[in-house]
């Protein structure tokens, strides 16, 4: 054996993978010592029988297939298969081969990657093990890319939404009718949504309530959150997971709340109503009786006819206007659309609802200057707000020395208008104002509330894109609204 084929054969033999050379017969005709140490079988007995009598089964005819793709003449080969050791265990072993025609034999080495392959479909297993998981809860899941495309959903995600899987992923294949809504039912632009924000902006964006609005014209409701998963390769890398569940059959309940705490305020309120529309017909009675006798006596003084007249005139006013405030107050308006109101007129309107039972007990109602303003709202539902508050101090201070509540209205910025509701109380004790905004947290005597008020009004106020909130830096009782004034109509067309 010449030099060169010794230095051939030490490295041969140092070598951590598996080298052979093989005749077109199907045997072993050289192995380096690395398949003793691997396989346990001896040099003498893996070159004793064909090598396919070691490979898996399975594999033994995808393994002849390969062989004779290199007998055919291809150069070279890689491939996978299982090889049975000599204590019956299977290794799988990736194969490179290639045929040497001049020689007539095929060079091939061959490494052990059982622990990678075990990793590959450990991995695996975990991950559809976690994909069942993820299909089993009742909550939506979808990852958006840092380009906005959808790189995974789950099983709620399409049950929720009501869109296949297709739909989901690729929006322009939905149906046109289709859209994002917010709780005032206005179209929810794209860059809007919480999910772009989120990329935007790099913050969470937590509890957003949206809407689907669908072909048929219903609207699914979903509370949901998106938050941002920063990869290693910046924004560009970023994923966006995005969480939500369906939240239809909440708001159905919060609807009737809200429409069952506006009849309770409605009852709280009846008699001073009642008493308010009384005293105007007694007027008008009075008034009417008085002209019909001047007729039948022929006593008729124009002036004193005329003086009648403008005030039943007057009075009938009055009237209307609380019939309008009520009808205002009671009426159902989970449908309406928002609309710009002057808030001079709401106020007016609600306070005519309660300026009677102020009166018969005794308490000022005091009111600034409303500027002339518009908010875009559903009025009912910001009078309601109002009433709420108004009802409370009346409860809180009825029994004091002192009895007053003032409203007051200002503009802390050209966007913002603030009302104020302060009573003659002391304020609110820590324990009750961390409590107060709970559905169905009350500190009235039982029958004198439900405890819905303030939650409702809070859920209310935030859905016109404002706050409400305890001034606790004032020495009596002060709630705060904050509401964004309404847009010029050129903004909003543009």
């Known amino acids: 054996m010449g030099k060169n084929e010794l230095k051939k054969n030490q490295f041969f033999d140092l070598a951590l993978d598996l080298f052979c050379v093989s005749n077109t017969d199907g045997y072993f005709v050289q192995l380096n010592q690395q398949w003793e140490a691997e396989m346990g079988w001896s040099t003498k007995e893996l070159m004793s029988k064909p090598y396919l009598s070691f490979v898996h089964p399975e594999d033994q005819d995808r393994t002849k297939i390969e062989s004779a793709k290199l007998l055919e003449g291809k150069h070279v080969i890689q491939f996978e298969n ?55 809860i009742n909550e939506g899941i979808v990852v958006h890319e840092s380009n906005g495309k959808v790189a995974f959903f789950n099983t709620s995600a399409l049950t929720i939404t009501g869109l296949t899987a297709e739909q989901l992923v690729n929006p322009s294949t939905r149906d046109a009718a289709w859209s994002w809504v917010r709780e005032d039912l206005t179209p929810f632009g794209r860059e ?50 995005s969480t939500f569940s369906d939240i239809t059959q909440r708001k159905a309940s919060e609807k009737s709340l809200i429409q069952s705490a506006k009849m309770s305020s409605l009852g709280e309120m009846a008699g001073g109503v009642a008493h308010e529309i009384n005293n105007p017909l007694a007027i008008i009675q009075g008034k ?45 308006t989970e449908h309406d659309a928002f609309q710009d109101q002057a808030l001079g007129p709401l106020l007016n309107e609600t306070f005519s609802l309660c300026n009677e039972r102020f009166k018969n007990h005794r308490i000022e109602l005091k009111v600034s200057e409303v500027p002339e303003v518009k908010i875009s709202c559903r009025p009912a539902e910001v009078s309601q707000v109002l009433l709420n508050l108004l009802n409370n101090s009346h409860d809180a201070i009825e029994n004091l020395t002192e009895k007053w509540v003032e409203v007051a209205v200002s503009m802390p910025t050209p966007d913002m208008v603030r009302i104020t509701v302060t009573d003659a109380g002391s304020g609110i004790p820590a324990d009750v104002a961390a409590k107060m905004m709970q559905p169905f947290f009350t500190t009235k005597e039982v029958g004198r509330g439900t405890g819905l008020g303030l939650s409702i009004s809070k859920r209310i106020i935030e859905v016109h894109g404002g706050k409400i909130y305890l001034d606790r830096e004032c020495k009596n009782t002060r709630f705060v609204i904050d509401l964004p004034v309404a847009k010029p109509q050129a903004a909003k067309a543009s």
Do not use: C
Request: overall charge positive; glycine content about 6%.
């Open 82 to 136: 299982r090889f049975r050791r000599k204590n019956g265990e299977y290794r799988w072993l990736s194969w490179r081969a290639q045929f040497v025609p001049e020689q007539d034999v095929i060079y091939a080495v061959a490494r052990d990657v059982t622990m990678e392959r075990n990793r590959y479909q450990e991995f695996h297993q975990k991950v559809d093990f976690q994909g069942t998981i993820l299909d089993t």
């Open 192 to 241: 809007d949504s919480p999910p772009l924000v989120a990329l935007r902006t790099g913050k969470p964006q937590m509890d957003a309530v949206l809407g689907f609005k669908k072909v048929d014209g219903s609207v699914t409701w979903i509370l949901g959150s998106s938050l941002v998963i920063k990869g290693p390769g910046g924004p560009n890398d970023w994923k966006i997971l």
């Open 288 to 332: 009417a009786s008085i002209l019909k006798k001047m007729v039948e006596t022929a006593e008729v003084k124009r002036e004193q006819i005329i003086t009648y007249l403008d005030t039943i005139i007057a009075t009938s006013e009055r009237i209307a206007r609380i019939v309008k405030g009520l009808r205002l107050f009671s009426r159902n």
